[in-house]
Nanobody
Framework: QVQLVESGGGLVQAGGSLRLSCAAS????????MGWYRQAPGKQREFVAR???????NYADSAKGRFTISSDNAKNAVYLQMDSLKPEDTAVYYC?????????WGQGTQVTVSS
């Protein structure tokens, strides 16, 4: 019964920043991880970042040093701060909650980075 809604996408120039937000409705008590994935046209959906219950974070190599994931348990929200954006970051970004035995996904938000 978990529903996720992403926001914050848009069009920015290379080197710019965006902050993505994901609001979760329904109970996510006992979640294992919350994270962000992205998918460019004609490409497979790929992992970007996640935050695990307890606060541990993981990042794709392409995101390290530029992106920061955070969460607000009181608001059932997860965020992705993206700095120093590159054209290759252009994709639809999806919020994910993993709560055994299910994966929940948002509808996606478009991020476009112009060169």
């Amino acid at each position: 019964q978990v529903q996720l809604v992403e926001s914050g996408g848009g069009l920015v120039q290379a080197g710019g920043s965006l902050r993505l937000s994901c609001a979760a409705s329904g109970s996510i008590f006992g979640f294992n991880a919350m994270g962000w994935y992205r998918q460019a046209p004609g490409k497979q959906r790929e992992f970007v970042a996640r935050i695990i219950r307890g606060g541990t974070t993981n990042y794709a190599d392409s995101a390290k040093g530029r992106f920061t994931i955070s969460s607000d348990n009181a608001k059932n929200a997860v965020y992705l701060q993206m700095d120093s954006l590159k054209p290759e970051d252009t994709a639809v970004y999806y919020c994910n909650v993993y709560q055994f035995p299910n994966d929940y996904w948002g509808q996606g938000t478009q991020v476009t980075v112009s060169s």
